[in-house]
């Protein structure tokens, strides 16, 4: 008989097996958005969408997109010390 486990345990295992957990931190960081970069950027910015390791940000206008593509090197070095899990490894700004 297989031995008894907890349902805690249980959806640890699942969530690790089927890589739940790296989704999950990639939209914390979209939930979290405004909080790490700061309240002028998340004004400007909208996240359009988490794909493949990818956020794309939709910026407000085009100079701030200019603004963001300079500062992407900083944005991300933020996402991976506050979300090492998340999976996200590039940025693109629409």
């Given at each position: 008989m297989p031995e008894a486990r907890s349902i805690s345990d249980l959806i640890k295992e699942f969530s690790r097996q089927a890589n739940?957990?790296?989704?999950?931190?990639?939209?914390?960081?979209?939930?979290?958005?405004?909080?790490?970069?700061?309240?002028?950027i998340g004004r400007n910015t909208e996240i359009s969408r988490v794909e493949n390791g990818t956020l794309y940000v939709k910026a407000a206008t085009s100079a701030w997109r200019n603004e963001l593509v300079f500062m992407k090197p900083s944005i991300l070095k933020k996402i991976k010390e506050n979300y090492p899990d998340s999976g996200i490894e590039d940025i693109f700004f629409i």
């Open positions: 739940v957990s790296g989704k999950l931190r990639a939209y914390q960081v979209v939930g979290d958005w405004e909080p790490t970069v700061g309240e002028a």
